[in-house]
């Protein structure tokens, strides 16, 4: 079974600085990625996804993710944060062949003006 | 386009009754999900429906839970009786599916919050 690991419970950064949330998976075969979002008070929403291609990818708000294969980590960046980042943020991976959808504990991530 | 729409919102039951949930997904999406999320968890999935047959329902507590989607369109999920550990915000999310059985992305309702006391 396809299991999902973020290893970020918690992150406080200051404004400007730069993120990298971790996301590791289980599964050996082809996967598709995502990250979610969810700031206060709002829905889940999608940040960004990997179906295929280029490793890199890049979505919404100045967030990219890199998909590394052989390291099974799909982890999130941003080089310089602002306070409206301020959300829990998701990993997900879906393992096809109409498998559900497996979602991480989530890291909330603080951002301080 | 319009949204995930579920109802209620919130939900305040006390323990051994029953309570109900419904969404409607965004038109034309074939699959529906259901997720439950407890406070400092990620969204578990309980059902997953391809229009209106059960593809995934391997977490589903079956001796309470119960869950439709008639017409393939909208669904309700169904707790009887509710227990206390059943608090937690359910999630209602649609997508569209590829011929490859790999999934979109999702979109997501606002959700409900159950308290049961």
């Known amino acids: 079974a396809q299991s999902v690991s973020q290893h970020n419970h918690h992150v406080i950064l200051s404004e400007a600085a730069s993120l990298e949330l971790g996301c590791n998976y289980s599964y050996g075969g082809t996967v598709n990625l995502f990250w979610y979002v969810q700031y206060p008070g709002q829905h889940l929403q999608l940040l960004l996804k990997y179906f295929s291609g280029d490793p890199l990818v890049k979505g919404i708000k100045g967030f990219e993710a890199e998909f590394i294969k052989s390291k099974f980590s799909f982890n999130l960046r941003k080089p310089s944060v602002q306070w409206s980042d301020t959300a829990e943020y998701f990993c997900a991976v879906n393992s096809g062949g109409y498998q559900k959808v497996t979602f991480g504990t989530g890291t909330k991530l603080q951002v301080i003006p | 386009e319009a949204g995930v729409a579920q109802s209620p919102r919130y939900k305040i039951i006390e323990k051994r009754q029953s309570v109900a949930f419904w969404c409607n997904p965004i038109?034309?999406?074939?699959?529906l999900y259901w997720y439950q999320q407890i406070l400092g968890q990620g969204p578990k999935l309980l059902i997953q429906f391809q229009n209106n047959g059960v593809v995934d329902d391997s977490q589903l507590p079956k001796d309470r839970f119960s869950a439709e989607r008639l017409k393939g369109v909208d669904s309700t999920l169904k707790i009887q009786p509710a227990k206390l550990e059943d608090s937690a915000v359910y999630l209602c999310?649609?997508?569209?599916?590829?011929?490859?059985?790999?999934?979109?992305?999702?979109?997501f309702g606002p959700g409900t919050r159950l308290t049961v006391t």
């Open positions: 999310a649609s997508s569209s599916i590829r011929t490859s059985g790999y999934t979109y992305e999702q979109y």
């Open positions: 038109s034309g999406h074939a699959t």
